[in-house]
């Protein structure tokens, strides 16, 4: 638990990472996930996903540093420090799914398929843990929906990079995804935020430079990538030499497998490697190919080049089966995804094993709060302690929280009542969001409204698509209204007495 000194309430995700307090904080790979979001998936499978697809030498060490035999510090294929090279996010659906709502925030998404020797050889079932590693893509564009069409609008047209089109030739560019603001990050990810003081959100800045860097020639060095891979300082290790070279004097990775995929056809075969004493080798996963009239010009642009290590993106299948993901970040989403919660079967009815992490030990917590003249669908519906309905109430597809009391004859369809709500006799409540310890009037009509915490909506009100809410700017222009009456009356009371009226 951080509390930096800078921070704001309106501080950007990416600048969060900049603070002192949260640089000192971060010794190793990291994980970044948001305060709203809902998510089914296990987290032990995106990690063990990210795990299998960005092993690098040495683990995961951060800046402490794995050494060699002799003392140099281990690096990663892009020439990182010791830990895992890319990250991965995740990005899911947002449309035709049960709590889809209108005009939910998407993004712009482009990604390209796995090299051949990148992606899994079996493909592994649609529902099991593996199937993340499965649908993995390599992210090359990213951005917010809103962005691109005001791009659109200035340029009159969608602009591709002919470098993109080069790097991949097959790019599929999804519109109606959103980012789930889940990113496993290696530990120099810490060091590009650092170095990069324009970037202010994560998602859009972070992410969507670096998903173009991986393409787009010379980005990588204008965000001083280089120097978070190759730093001068410590190209030396304690025995003289350097860390690259010492690994590979030290450690013969390629001659340890003896496997590799043939160009070809495809298939794998068996192979006797020879090489130098002192020739690089490298690992099976990474191409060199370096020709014999190559020119010293040619080998030394070719060493200069910086690698990317790439940003994976993990889509989640939009079918209507698939886990729940979810950011509830608006009313409309916390009322949709509320109601898809309530439709799980309760622990009590499946069991602990079966049952959803989000599932509820019972879909009525109190029964003895229910009077028997009433009527609950208990398949859509969520009561939780202390909830006291009264004879002839009809309740359909709602979540009422605790203490919620709701008076005789009240009717509340696809609503959801917060904690301390009190619903009066004879109301009609459909779509409505009431806040905590509000209290509706009784014979009320509301209808896709929202009520504040703490309001109180008269009795009889007949209402559509509003919001009662306490606008705390009028009172406060009340009382500045009443204090400037005040000085002006004591103004007016001296002016007496100097004029001596």
């Not at 398929?113 to 649609?126: F, G, H, K, R």
């Not at 609008?153 to 993109?164: C, G, Q, T």
């Amino acid at each position: 638990m951080l509390a930096p000194a800078d921070l704001t309430f309106t501080t950007g995700t990416a600048e969060l990472l900049r603070l002192p307090e949260v640089q000192a904080c971060i010794k190793t790979d990291f994980i970044v996930l948001p305060c709203d979001l809902v998510c089914e998936i296990p987290g032990e499978s995106l990690l063990e996903a990210w795990m299998v697809t960005q092993a690098a030498l040495g683990g995961s060490t951060g800046d402490s540093g794995v050494r060699g035999p002799r003392g140099a510090r281990m690096v990663g294929m892009a020439g990182e420090k010791s830990g895992r090279r890319g990250g991965l996010g995740v990005w899911y659906q947002t449309k035709d799914r049960e709590e889809s709502v209108k005009g939910e925030v998407t993004d712009f998404v482009a990604t390209a398929s796995l090299e051949q020797d990148e992606a899994p050889v079996v493909q592994p079932p649609t529902d099991g843990p593996g199937s993340i590693r499965y649908g993995l893509s390599k992210l090359v564009l990213a951005m917010p929906m809103d962005s691109l069409k005001e791009r659109m609008e200035d340029k009159k047209a969608f602009l591709v990079r002919h470098s993109l089109v080069r790097k991949h030739a097959r790019v599929k560019m999804l519109t109606t995804y959103r980012d789930a603001h889940i990113y496993l990050f290696p530990y120099w990810v810490k060091e590009m935020a650092s170095r990069n003081e324009r970037f202010e959100s994560i998602s859009e800045d972070l992410i969507g430079w670096w998903a173009k860097a991986g393409w787009q020639t010379g980005l990588g060095d204008k965000l001083g990538l280089r120097e978070v891979f190759e730093p001068k300082d410590e190209g030396v290790g304690e025995s003289g030499s350097h860390d690259g070279d010492t690994l590979e004097e030290e450690i013969d990775l390629q001659a340890m497998s003896t496997t590799k995929t043939g160009a070809d056809n495809g298939t794998t075969t068996t192979t006797t490697a020879t090489h130098e004493p002192h020739e690089p080798r490298w690992a099976s996963r990474v191409t060199t190919s370096t020709s014999l009239d190559a020119t010293p010009e040619s080998l030394s642009a070719e060493k200069s080049k910086l690698t990317i290590p790439p940003i994976l993106a993990y889509i989640h299948p939009s079918q209507p089966s698939a886990p729940l993901i979810r950011r509830v970040d608006s009313s409309a989403l916390l009322l949709s995804v509320s109601l898809r919660l309530a439709k799980l079967e309760s622990i009590e009815e499946v069991g602990r094993a079966a049952a959803s992490p989000f599932a509820h030990a019972a879909k009525i917590a109190y029964p003895a709060g229910v009077a028997q003249r009433c009527t609950v669908t208990k398949n859509d519906c969520l009561l939780a302690e202390n909830v006291t309905v009264e004879e002839k109430c009809v309740i359909k597809e709602s979540v009422v929280g605790a203490n919620c009391h709701i008076a005789s004859g009240a009717r509340l369809t696809r609503c959801l009542l917060m904690d301390g709500a009190v619903v009066g006799e004879r109301c009609q409540l459909t779509g409505c969001i009431i806040g905590r310890r509000s209290k509706i009037g009784r014979e009320c009509v509301l209808k896709d409204c929202e009520v504040q915490d703490g309001n109180v909506v008269p009795d009889e009100t007949d209402a559509k698509n509003e919001k009662f809410m306490v606008f705390e700017g009028l009172e406060e222009d009340e009382e500045d209204a009443d204090e400037d009456m005040d000085d002006a009356g004591e103004n007016l009371e001296e002016g007496e007495d100097d004029e001596g009226f």
